[in-house]
DNA sequence: GTGAAAGCGCTAACAA
DNA sequence: TTGTTAGCGCTTTCAC
């Protein structure tokens, strides 16, 4: 329609040859006129990006993921990527699943995710960021790594409840049907446990509540610490859900909030503002993680070596404390 | 490596021409070995199914849409697909931007995307299914119809508080920064008008709470109310968080609940049970849901033309009413 | 029953 | 400065 060559339509649209005045300019009208856009899927095929990021995650539902997936989309949408997100699953199927795509680069936040399967994709030769809620200590820094702030954060939880007098301390885990529960790799329980040992606070097995399937299980866990005679004057949840859960067991046993027993949670999510007492928070910056996810990845993709970053977390005090 | 034909590689691994069983043997250790698969952006461009799904969305972040992606995963993963999330832009950038992906069907779940856009992109010929929270009056059958029980559900909210005695009632409609209001064809705001008329309640503008662009301002819309000498004895929220909203200010206008005022959320999402007093709402078969979704997508991309289809709430009801 | 070859829509080396 | 052409990895027609 223009009169050219499709080389010469090619050179326009990716701007990347001189190409004469006036055929660039017939070249774009047609290309508005018939509404024409590269087939990114031949682009893709041909060996050039395929504007496409993986976010692989192991707990899509929650209100803290799906505020960071929405921020970071509205980065990518303007980059031109598209965002794909997919459930980790601990086998090669799933590796070679994701391989036999081609996507651009990988965004990995999975807890159970094994490291095996990690360096696999890495190997394949795919960028790929890890959005650090545990240590990856076998990967190299071939990935590269982005901390939200969890360590120093839930540091800062333990030190909020000892500046308040606190100093017998429950950290209540993830709850989880298939045994995927807080291990030493975990940043914010390994967080926890240094911050209790620097601070001198006393932390046993039984001040570490685990194990939970359900709701109910995790309540009654707490109750049961609670009414066994340990001492208890402060709860750090490792997400304000589990410490809502906590929070609602510790009134329910008759404890005083925050008189009895200070409660904090972790990700400032919707429900903290609404529960009863309102409870205390430490709040991730989002946009900023967001941000950084997608343009550490764009650098990676554009052959760049970015380097590793650390946000840090606000505390975002209520009635709990 | 198997030494064959590249044309007996596909056909073994289609499964799709009869193939002598020796070669066929020799073919899949070959693959074995090789760890290979088909590439799958390759197979597109040749003009086959490209697995992938498309999810456009306006609220990417809340924990319904998350807990419906999160099903989704589960059964797409399984026949094959992956899901990718776009939050609708519009404008026609934005449906070329997806043309040009050749993804294989779009769900659309965006109470605020033009109509026009969702025709281009049916008129491109990708099969489209629409999770309904709004009408598409202008929008023929080419798109399947998934009904998530809103309209049922939101009657059924009215007839409850009805049922406890309550005629003057408030609608909270959503926040929204970007002036994305509920109109008569949302589906839940249009059910709870027929059912208020039904039921023969008084309802006038003054009973629709909206135009809020953050919680501060609903907060103090919902007092206003209180304290304008209207009559209020029920609220019903478009969503939990919404009703909690509106629940915080009835006990700060110094109203009991249940007593005074019964409150009734949607969506029953974690925060209806952990505030004071816990929230009754209305639970979508977000399971069930998700796999409509995904099934019928994968009927209309094989062909076929399966029919819309509409799920059932089930009330749980707490403390608020 | 199997292989050769064309072609999906694009990019880029090379030639002109 | 632009056009010809090969080729990305696959599927499928057609011929044998």
Known sequence: MAGVSETVVSYVLNNNRYVAQDKRERVLAAVRELH???NTVARTLKGKKSNHILFIADNISNEHFGKIVEEMDKIAYDKGYL???LADRNDEEFVSQVNSRLVDGIVISATGFDEKYVQMLIDSGVPVVLLMNREYPNIGNEAVRIYTGLNKGIRDCVKLLESRGRRHLLYIDRISRHGRFSKKDDLRFSGFCS?????GLPFSAERFVTGCTNERELFDA???RLNSGLEVDGIVGRNDDMACVALSAVLACGRRVPEDISVI???NSRISNYVTP???SMELDRPAIAKAIITTLDEMIAGGKPSNQ????KLIERQTT
């Open 36 to 38: 024409y856009r590269p």
């Open 278 to 280: 309102a409870l205390t």
């Open 265 to 267: 949670g972790f990700d």
């Open 195 to 199: 911050q209790m040992e620097e601070s």
């Open 83 to 85: 965002i794909s997100l």
């Open 222 to 224: 707490v109750c049961a």
């Open 310 to 313: 650390t946000f840090d977390t």
